[in-house]
């Protein structure tokens, strides 16, 4: 029907049609076929959001409220690594406020920016669940803990080297 | 009735309630935002907070939502507790930190229930001095104007758009200061009720475009009640005007038609009335086409002198009030009298008269359809029809969510957790229809159907009711319709909605058996039957099958036996085929057409006479259930036009029509339309009349102002001219006279201390969806009454072999009206004209969307341009009904279809010309 560049592709939709098979009808996937699309394409597209709703027989409107919901559902373009920093009490106890503006100063982003390079996007997250070896944040989908400035450093620095995680 | 406490003083209130309803209805001040009286409650916005005490004793008490706590035999309470007063204004205060601080420049200022809240909870100062969160407004489309940064995040508008209405392409988007109410994109509103959004927002986020483009404050505005001439619900609505063009419509409540909520068609598509196209004056149209304006006195008389010495016919119309088409018969004898209703149409009606008449089931209103537990819904496009029925329709399959609800102990105010409780569980509606309608979401069974199999399916589930299984029901119908039956057997109050819309009467007679058998099991059966303009069935009532047909004035036309030809508010060409209408305007030595807008039958005639709209003068019109209804002019138009009802008159009396001596009024025409039948007796109780005062005070149309002034007209002078005396009616060209409780026919605008936005009904009303304290007059016409038009019509000849195809008739809320589709907004709205073909009867054709068909039918052929139906059964063709093309096809015909061959596709002609600007 729909043969723009930006149509689910078949790995998109095989993946989506796996979670429909265990969902009592197509749009209780929403947020599972988000997540399909955000991890082949890095973030959700308007057109995209456009396909997948199609596919899941709800307007673009229901769809895109889900979306723009979560705060991890990226509805711009984001770098090719997300640093997940987070911010909540134990990591701000543990100093994580001084942290946060060696990345400024490292990379030249603030919160939700992304670096010319396109190469990381600093969000900001209210916990990762690891309190007890904060300050913590991710970089794509590793946890890294006990940070330092030091060993901010070397994550980014392999991370620019590694190139996108999958 | 439970008694409760509230600050020391016992009140009763209605069982069931909650607090913040119990308090509204008690005239006690208690701010709010999220609750609604016809959505109920979500307790979200937290504005509605009192304090409740356990006990006599309890000093302290707990706060909590007046909107979510329902009320208890002995409960206690306090709004005034300063615990109470001081978190409501937190609210607001917190409301306020990114709301803007510029009400000055905001359409919603002046009748906005953010700045009454604000003003009542009595949060003056801000104490916020950092950045606000703003916003980009969408583009909505023409009607709705949209300005996200008033938003104070109720979620009222969702609630109504996709809960209320079921649409689905307005939703809350992102979270905490973020939130956003809009599209996905940019792109106009598809619900046709989006613009119940301008009054449900309780600010100024969005709001009337057409309004918004040329501004007037609420406070500045004249209005009267009046009734949508729309289509044939009959929905109250409050017009509103200054400087002589209507501003824009409002809702006028009223608990058994609309309550809250109008159509779009309605709300917007009213503004024809500020037309180029109004005829400018009495005139001659040369045989060259040029208008020259004449002396309107002399052309009076040469009419009247016309009148004596030939054969006179009188056209009526069935957009315009009972009052104009009786001052016509009266003018021009019954037996000259046509109601101007198509042949084919005028069978339906009768039909649909005698099915009421037949069947002995109820008739409902829009109100009582809501409380309906099982539909069926035979042929009728209610959604483009009767648009605000669908809304009443979308209520009634939530009886079985009620039900649930009760089952729970839960009141149907508690909004959220019914919705959630009953996800989606409803009352049973099955629909059959050639076509997809936008019913269909709510559907449990759809059936698509050629007219006359909707017949056979009617049939069948009347025989399975009457449980005579083996005749008439087949086999194969008893389990496809075996549910119906059972459905509407099983229901409390089943519902069968059919009309004039599929026309085919074999469909209206099977809703007629259908009701007649629920009817003889002892059912409490509801039957509704749908007419397409406002006053069809007024008209049809007043002819009473007398007067002679549309066709018998053609074949008058072409016995040349008619001399003087008076069409009133009637396109002859919207509604017979062309070169009828051609033959028959020749034929006439003289024709008079007297209307609001020009159109083709004007160009045609030989005098035009300009008509007042419907809201500049008064009628009555007859809705679907037969309810009959008063509209009152908003004000005195700048062009010469008078009412219809009027310039007969004046006809009548210089040609010394015995009846018509003795009008002097509005109101003894209305009397003596009253008398003439026994049908139409009563019509003269619908409101008070002219004499009518409170305190020997009229009713006025603006609201109070401190300095008396207008100052309307303040850059020529600085004295405010008198004001016009109005002596037709009971209300006043001006902002004195009584304005206290007065009868619901009579409530031009609502105001109340305190409340300046529309919210203020509340004051007039006894209890949320309550009766109005002023009481209202009902007068339908019952149904033992009704006269049957005693025509005989000729049957078309139907051509159902396999190359014809039916032709069935499509009506769009945008576009099929002939006077609504030319206010602007509805405009850019309005479909083509065109043919609607399945997608096999298009390949058989070898045509596209875009490309053109010659259709051949009994009035020669037509030319019309394709537009693929998907949903379309494929023997039948779509014809969209309203335009003048489309009157050259009887609905119901057997058409042979071939492809155009010289058709020039539209984009093809200048694509340039297509590039209208859109308005954002
Ligand atoms: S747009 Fe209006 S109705 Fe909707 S949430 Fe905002 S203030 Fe409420
Ligand atoms: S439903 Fe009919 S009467 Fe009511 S607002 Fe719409 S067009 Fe007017
Ligand atoms: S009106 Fe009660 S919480 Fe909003």
Redesign the interface.
Same mark, same amino acid.
Request: charged share 30%; net charge negative.
């Given at each position: 029907m729909n043969n723009s560049v930006n149509s689910l592709s078949t790995e998109e939709l095989s993946a989506i049609d796996e979670e429909l098979e265990h969902a009592p009808y197509r749009s209780a996937v929403a947020i599972d076929a988000l997540k399909i699309v955000q991890s082949h394409r890095g973030w959700v597209s308007?057109s995209s959001?456009?396909e997948i709703a199609n596919y899941l027989e #709800?307007?673009? @409107? @229901? =769809? !895109?409220?889900i979306a723009?919901?979560y705060?991890l559902i990226f509805r711009r373009p984001v770098g090719e690594n997300v640093i997940l920093f987070c911010d909540s009490v134990s990591c701000w106890i543990r100093g994580c406020a001084k942290l946060e503006k060696h990345i400024n100063k490292t990379l030249g982003i603030t919160r939700g920016q992304t670096t010319e390079d396109d190469k990381f996007t600093l969000v900001p997250v209210p916990c990762l669940g690891a309190c007890d070896k904060a300050p913590v944040m991710m970089v794509g989908d590793s946890l890294h803990e006990n940070l330092t400035e030091e060993s901010i450093n070397r994550i980014l620095e392999d991370a620019a080297v590694k190139g996108k995680e999958r | 009735m439970p008694t409760i406490v509230i600050d020391g003083k016992e009140y009763e209130v209605p069982q069931g309630e909650n607090i913040l309803e119990a308090c509204l209805g008690l005239g006690l001040d208690l701010p709010y935002f999220c609750w609604h009286p016809a959505m109920g409650s979500i307790g979200s916005c937290r504005q509605c907070a009192v304090i409740q005490y356990q006990n006599p004793e309890d000093e302290r008490g707990k706060l909590v939502m007046g909107c979510m706590t329902p009320v208890q035999d002995g409960a206690r309470f306090s709004i005034t507790n300063e615990a109470a007063s001081s978190f409501r204004e937190f609210i607001i205060e917190s409301l306020m930190v990114n709301h803007p601080h510029d009400c000055p420049v905001c359409a919603e200022g002046g009748e906005c229930h953010l700045q009454d809240m604000t003003v009542m909870a009595g949060h003056r100062d801000r104490r916020y001095r950092g950045l606000k969160k703003t916003h980009r407004n969408q583009y909505l489309g023409p009607l709705i104007h949209h300005e996200m940064n008033r938003c104070i995040t109720c979620y009222r508008c969702v609630r109504f758009y996709k809960d209320y209405a079921g649409g689905? !392409? =307005?939703? &809350? #988007? &992102?979270?905490h200061d *973020?939130v956003?109410f809009g599209? *996905? @994109?940019d792109g106009k509103l598809e619900s046709p009720f989006s613009g119940n959004l301008v009054e449900v927002c309780p600010t100024g986020v969005f709001t009337d475009k057409h309004l918004v483009n040329d501004y007037t404050r609420k406070w500045d505005l004249q209005s009267a009640p009046s009734i949508c001439p729309g289509c044939s619900v009959g929905c109250n609505t409050s017009p509103g005007e200054r400087y002589g063009k209507l501003k824009r419509v409002h809702n006028r409540y009223n608990p058994d038609i609309n309550g809250y909520f109008l159509c779009d068609k309605g709300r917007f598509g009213a503004t024809y009335v500020n037309s180029e196209k109004r005829i400018p004056a009495v005139g001659r149209r040369s045989k060259d086409g040029l208008f020259d304006a004449i002396d309107s006195s002399q052309a009076l008389t040469d009419i009247a002198k016309g009148l004596s010495t030939s054969k006179v016919i009188g056209i009526g119309s069935p957009r315009t009030s009972i009052e104009t088409n009786f001052a016509l018969q009266n003018l021009v004898g019954q037996q000259n009298f046509c109601t101007g209703i198509s042949e084919t149409e005028t069978a339906l009606v009768s039909a649909c008269i005698e099915a009421i008449k037949e069947s002995g089931a109820k008739i409902p209103s829009p109100r009582e359809i809501e409380r309906c537990d099982a539909i069926l819904i035979l042929g009728e496009d209610v959604t483009n029809t009767a648009t605000r029925i669908a809304l009443s329709l979308r209520q009634a399959v939530r009886n079985e969510a009620f039900n649930m609800a009760e089952g729970l102990q839960l009141q149907s105010w508690q909004d959220a957790a019914t919705r959630m409780l009953v996800q989606d569980e409803r009352s049973p509606l099955f629909l059959a229809s050639p076509h997809a309608t936008q019913l269909d979401d709510i559907a449990e069974g759809i059936f698509n159907l050629s007219p006359s199999n909707i017949a056979h399916l009617g049939y069948s589930v009347a025989s399975l009711i009457e449980g005579k299984k083996d005749d008439a029901a087949k086999k194969t119908d008893a389990n496809d319709y075996g549910n119906i039956a059972e459905a509407l057997l099983k229901a409390e109050r089943p519902l069968i909605i059919s009309g004039t819309g599929v026309t085919d009467t074999s469909v209206i007679k099977a809703a007629s058996s259908i009701t007649s058998a629920l009817v003889a099991k002892g059912k409490e059966t509801y039957l509704s039957l749908i007419y397409q303009e406002a006053n069809t069935l007024g008209i049809t009532l007043l002819d009473q099958g007398q007067g002679p047909s549309l066709s018998n004035i053609f074949e008058q036309g072409e016995n040349n036996s008619i001399q003087t030809l008076i069409i009133v508010e009637n396109d002859l060409y919207r509604r017979a085929a062309k070169h009828k209408v051609d033959k028959l305007l020749q034929a006439a030595d003289q024709v008079i057409v007297l209307d609001i807008l020009d159109n083709e039958t004007c160009n045609q005639a030989d005098i035009v006479i300009p008509a007042s709209s419907f809201a500049e003068c008064e009628g009555t019109l007859i809705n679907f259930e037969g309810r009959a209804q008063r509209h009152f002019p908003v004000f005195e138009s700048k062009h010469p036009c008078r009412p219809s009802w009027e310039w007969l008159t004046e006809i009548g009396k210089i040609s010394s029509n015995k009846n018509m001596l003795e009008w002097q009024c509005f109101d003894d025409i209305n009397k003596a339309c009253s008398e003439s039948s026994s049908t139409l007796t009563g019509i003269n109780e619908v409101a008070p009349d002219r004499k009518y005062r409170v305190g020997g005070r009229k009713i006025p149309r603006q609201p109070h102002r401190y300095s008396g002034r207008t100052a309307m007209v303040a850059n020529l002078s600085v004295h405010e001219p008198k004001q016009t005396d109005d002596t037709e009616t009971p209300l006043g060209f001006t902002m004195e006279g009584h304005s206290g409780d007065r009868p619901g026919e009579l409530i031009p605008f609502v105001w109340a201390p305190g409340w300046n936005s529309n919210h203020s009904v509340h004051k007039l009303q006894t209890g949320s969806e309550g009766e109005l304290k002023g009481g209202r007059s009902v007068v339908k016409i019952e149904s033992k009454k009704l006269i049957q038009s005693k025509q005989q019509v000729k049957s078309v000849n139907q051509n159902n072999d396999q190359d014809h195809f039916i032709a069935v008739a499509m009506y769009k809320i945008f576009g099929t009206g002939e006077l609504s589709s030319q206010s602007p907004g509805i405009i850019e709205l309005c479909e083509s004209e065109s043919i609607e073909l399945a997608i096999e009867a298009a390949d058989k054709l070898g045509v596209s969307n875009g490309d053109g068909v010659t259709a051949h039918g009994v009035n020669g052929t037509v030319d019309l341009e394709v537009k693929i139906n998907d949903s379309l059964i494929s023997n039948c063709v779509g014809i969209i009904q309203g335009m003048p093309g489309a009157a050259n096809i009887n609905p119901g015909e057997g058409l042979s279809l071939t492809r155009s061959e010289n058709w020039v596709r539209r984009s093809e002609i200048i694509s340039s010309d297509q590039l209208g600007g859109k308005n954002v």
């Open positions: 308007d959001i456009k #709800m307007s673009s @409107e @229901e =769809l !895109d409220s723009t919901f705060n | 689905s !392409d =307005l939703s &809350a #988007m &992102a979270s *973020h956003y599209r *996905h @994109e």
